[in-house]
């Protein structure tokens, strides 16, 4: 894993999230775990060599950020906001996020189908949030504090984790660095007030969801990045274009590459960008 400071470990070359820890005079602390199980057995045991796992905090529910907690169990309590809780790996949800995360063990992880559960297995324990919040949340193990700040609007439940004693905060899906941002179901008007939010913490680093660890000057590059994809869909409504004109005519997929082992999802994510700004600025919504 790469190592950010003294303390603080990420892995940024794995399809799905950043998944990364925090090395305490009082344990170890995980930031989020890999969808990809011999990267998730990999991670707990790199952790714990530095210590018994404290605390998994969840920075949001997607798939990518959730699934390997299954690989901790036993480990310390989960702690997430309560929003990540309620949807925590819905069997409802499509697509079915559990079905996603056995879609990529063919190609981003074959020696792991000898270790996945099948679906019954898995959710008798997926490990789920045991600690749950509403607003912040601020936690001390050993000599670091970890400020969970709630930060909504790439998902309902999303947060923050900012340790001041290393001058680092784990942002999760609230900044995608270098690669595709994924809309969908978020809400921008809480994104941008979420980038302002981070934009006010004294760090050095920021590790995001996806993509290499940056500064808080990226803050500014994904605040317009997301700008940029409301006014494009705005000016095409403008201009009278139906859905499916916005649909064929808007894209950014010459900006950036998607993030790691999705490369195939380009055009998926710019349609779906698309439709979900499109629905919400027909209908008069806030995006």
Not at 123 to 152: C, K, S
Not at 212 to 233: G, I, M, S
């Amino acid at each position: 894993m790469q190592q950010v400071t003294p303390r603080v470990f990420t892995d940024t070359t794995m399809r799905g999230c950043n998944p990364s820890f925090v090395v305490t005079s009082d344990g170890v602390v995980v930031i989020d775990t890999p969808q990809l199980p011999t990267r998730a057995v990999a991670m707990r045991r790199q952790a714990e060599a530095h210590g018994p796992v404290r605390y998994l905090i969840n920075t949001e529910h997607h798939v990518d950020h959730i699934f390997g907690n299954y690989y901790f169990r036993g480990a310390g309590p989960v702690i997430a906001h309560v929003e990540v809780a309620r949807n925590f790996m819905l069997k409802s949800q499509h697509p079915s996020p559990y079905d996603y995360a056995r879609e990529a063990l063919p190609t981003d992880d074959p020696e792991g189908e000898a270790i996945f559960p099948d679906e019954d297995t898995y959710f008798q324990d997926p490990n789920r949030p045991a600690i749950t919040f509403t607003e912040d949340l601020t936690l001390r193990v050993g000599g670091h504090t970890f400020e969970l700040l709630f930060t909504p609007g790439h998902t309902v439940g999303q947060i923050a984790v900012h340790v001041p004693e290393e001058r680092v905060v784990f942002t999760g899906d609230t900044i995608f660095c270098e690669c595709q941002t994924w809309l969908y179901v978020s809400n921008v008007d809480q994104w941008l007030a979420a980038l302002e939010r981070i934009r006010t913490l004294d760090v050095d680093h920021i590790v995001p969801g996806h993509g290499p660890v940056t500064t808080r000057a990226y803050v500014d590059v994904q605040r317009a990045f997301l700008l940029e994809w409301v006014t494009a869909v705005a000016t095409g409504i403008a201009q009278g274009w139906s859905k499916e004109e916005c649909l064929a005519r808007i894209s950014f997929a010459d900006r950036y590459p998607v993030d790691v082992g999705q490369e195939y999802m380009m055009d998926h994510i710019q349609r779906e960008n698309v439709a979900a700004l499109y629905d919400k600025l027909a209908a008069g919504i806030r995006p």
